[in-house]
């Protein structure tokens, strides 16, 4: 490997925030080489300007996600067929599918059962209280309860996809001739999904899955893998990310208590909380999916080749002092927040209406509920899951303080 080409990630723990590195590089070199764990090196980009127009100039493209080469932190390529490794017309007419059904509209009217399910969630943590681990009594039954709901997942079932989708983003490096974690989970959720599909398409219900069948046998919109891989996104997707999300800014807003007395104070100042901690709390160490060059480019100075690989930083951009107000700073009534934490241009998060009312709504009641909840250990003493793509806790324990 070159001098000049660094490895990436370059700390080993996960963390509430990103790589330190990128912040670096932001200010000395905010265009360089790097290596990741797996695939061939690539650039990085960590300035905002820089990462959204990587994300958004027809210039570059997701194929590069799917290659056997693709830069990336898991052992196996997961996107080669899926939404994040297309361009184009394919790209737009699937994306368009999800969307109709994905809208803040539809996503308000699911605020009332996901509200239900909260309350009930923290019934059962008050009632053996007041100590409490909120990563499994909370933060995870959560979004795994609203996605199963919105799909109509089986009751039975519910625990099998938890498993698959911890482990379809592991960087676990396989032992001998074993096949890797990601690999593995991935075969077992398509299979999964193949027959729920098919059990949809013989009993037709009011859930999203339904209607992708629909697409694809009365409009053949869909081809039977796309359709498996829509639902694969919404399954795997809608998950794990969040649930990480809503325990780490749980930390956060404990750290920062004259911001969280504030929100506490005016409610109404949640919407602008959650885009604050999104833009403040990475999802790992802070880059995204691979894109190729498809013509030469430059970028800050810097001439990106066709067929070069290019990772964007946007958790680094969302520390851009050229972009924020005092960037370091948690400000919970940030005005005008474009922040990039869900992404930016033609493949902004889908879920990101799903992901923002979950949050809104679990941090809200759980701060209603228990307004002086502590961490049970000091936040560097917190547990953390290994060998995983999305830096997520293993525990979060608690002690729960009613309000009253």
């Known amino acids: 490997m070159s001098p000049s080409i660094e490895p990436f990630p370059t700390i080993t723990q996960p963390q ?10 932001r200010v000395e070199e905010p265009v360089r080489r790097i290596q990741m764990p797996h695939g061939r090196w690539c650039w990085v980009v960590t300035r905002s300007a820089d990462v959204r127009e990587v994300m958004t100039d027809p210039r570059f493209s997701r194929r590069a996600a799917a290659a056997d080469d693709a830069p990336r932190r898991t052992p196996g390529v997961v996107q080669r067929g899926s939404l994040a490794s297309m361009d184009g017309a394919d790209h737009s007419r699937l994306r368009r599918l999800l969307s109709r059904a994905l809208t803040v509209r539809h996503m308000e009217a699911l605020r009332p059962r996901t509200i239900e399910l909260v309350h009930g969630f923290l019934d059962d943590l008050e009632a053996t209280g007041p100590s409490a681990e909120l990563v499994q009594g909370l933060c995870r039954p959560v979004p795994i309860a609203v996605i199963c709901e919105l799909l109509d997942v089986p009751d039975q079932d519910r625990d099998r996809f938890e498993s698959w989708a911890a482990l379809v983003l592991s960087t676990r490096p396989p032992e001998g001739d074993e096949p890797d974690d990601t690999s593995v989970a991935v075969a077992e959720l398509w299979a999964y999904l193949t027959e729920l599909l098919a059990a949809r398409r013989r009993e037709p219900g009011d859930d999203l899955l339904t209607r992708l069948v629909e697409a694809r046998d009365e409009g053949d919109a869909l081809t039977e893998d796309e359709m498996v891989w829509l639902s694969f996104t919404m399954l795997a997707g809608g998950f794990e990310t969040v649930s990480q999300q809503i325990a780490k800014s749980i930390v956060v807003l404990r750290e920062h208590r004259t911001e969280l007395a504030m929100v506490q104070a005016s409610p109404d100042l949640w919407p602008s909380a959650v885009e604050e901690l999104l833009r403040f709390i990475a999802l790992g160490p802070g880059t995204s999916l691979p894109l190729e060059a498809l013509e030469d480019v430059e970028l800050s100075g810097v001439r990106i080749s066709a067929g070069d690989y290019v990772l964007t930083a946007p958790a680094a951009a969302n520390f851009d002092a050229d972009v924020y107000d005092e960037p370091e700073r948690l400000d919970l009534a940030r005005p005008d927040n474009l922040h990039l934490g869900l992404g930016h241009g033609p493949h902004y998060c889908l879920g990101a209406n799903l992901a923002k009312m979950e949050m809104q709504v679990t941090l809200r009641l759980l701060f209603e509920r228990f307004p002086d909840l ?15 793509a999305v830096w997520g ?11 009253g």
């Open 16 to 25: 509430l925030r990103h790589d330190p590195a990128l912040d670096r590089w």
């Open 374 to 388: 502590r961490l049970a250990v000091p936040a560097s003493e917190l547990a953390w899951v290994p060998n995983h």
């Open 393 to 403: 806790l293993a525990q979060l324990p608690v002690t729960l303080v009613p309000d």
